[in-house]
């Protein structure tokens, strides 16, 4: 048999990477966020082969027992190296600037942080802990940068979500936000089998979840939850007229890849436009 002329991607993220160009040449209005996501995707996967494992024990009867007292990865777990914090907060930081996804004035306020090595800890923990927490509120000097501060915790959230995931049965976990970190669903995919798995906008933890109730606000009054598909049907939304929350989901019924959380999270941008044109946030 002949080599193939392209070896096949060594990763997921070079799969989702190609996934990406091939959704800035169909939606070129996508550009600048596709570009962006690239270059994190980069960053991100560089920073993860070099963290360590979480300092929980990584045991399945233990871990299982955790789920009764969740989240099950507390901040001190996470393998948190500050210099690869630093880099990849500054990287995360220069990249978004540079598209135009952070202010200068925020800009400079992740470079301040970055070189006060007693505060920046105390923030990154506030973020952290900040869904968990009766306040849930963020440090004032990490307040406004959550969104730099997501994608620039996600190699470690990521591999520790890994690491615990393989050994967890999450099966009995009925809540609405991630048994694993605490933070909140921002994407779903609708199984084959016709299941709705939620994925935690932090850690991507996936938990199943009942196909209509909002995770939100625990709403399970159908009347009130409007659902709709993207044109292709790739894409549906389901909106909550209760709390007035949304949460996009990949419907993987009739799909030719799974889900990919990095791409479908830039491809469903349009999507997000028309739920808030709703009224929904
Ligand atoms: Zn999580
Ligand atoms: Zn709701």
Not at 248 to 269: C, E, F, Q, W
Not at 271 to 280: E, H, L, P, T, V
Request: net charge neutral; glycine share 4%.
């Amino acid at each position: 048999m002949a080599e193939p002329q392209h070896p096949p991607p060594q990763r997921s993220e070079s799969r989702e990477i190609a996934e990406l160009r091939r959704l800035k040449e169909a939606q070129p209005d996508l550009g600048s966020a596709v570009d962006l996501q690239i270059e994190l995707l980069q960053l991100q996967r560089r920073v993860q082969t070099r963290v360590s494992l979480p300092s929980i024990k990584l045991d399945r009867d233990y871990l299982n027992e955790q789920l009764s007292s969740a989240p099950v990865l507390r901040f001190e777990h996470l393998p948190l190296d500050w210099g690869d914090v630093r880099f990849v907060l500054r990287s995360t930081a220069s990249s978004m600037r540079t598209h135009e996804a952070l202010d200068s004035d925020d800009f400079r306020r992740v470079e301040t942080l970055c070189r006060d090595t007693e505060r920046l800890p105390i923030v990154v923990k506030s973020w952290y802990e900040a869904p968990a927490d009766a306040s849930g509120a963020v440090h004032p000097d990490g307040a406004g940068l959550e969104a730099v501060l997501l994608q620039a915790m996600r190699p470690f959230l990521t591999k520790s979500a890994e690491a615990i995931m393989a050994k967890t049965d999450l099966s009995g976990w009925t809540r609405g936000t991630c048994p694993l970190c605490a933070g909140e669903p921002d994407f779903a995919v609708i199984t084959p089998a016709a299941d709705r798995v939620l994925i935690c906008g932090r850690c991507l933890a996936r938990w199943r979840f009942h196909q209509l109730t909002c995770p939100f606000c625990a709403n399970a009054e159908r009347s009130r939850i409007t659902s709709f598909a993207s044109r292709d049907g790739q894409y549906r939304i389901y909106a909550c007229d209760v709390c007035q929350r949304y949460l996009k989901a990949y419907d993987a019924r009739n799909a030719g890849r799974p889900v990919m959380h990095a791409v479908d999270s830039i491809a469903t941008l349009p999507f997000d436009a028309a739920a808030m044109q709703r009224g929904y946030k």
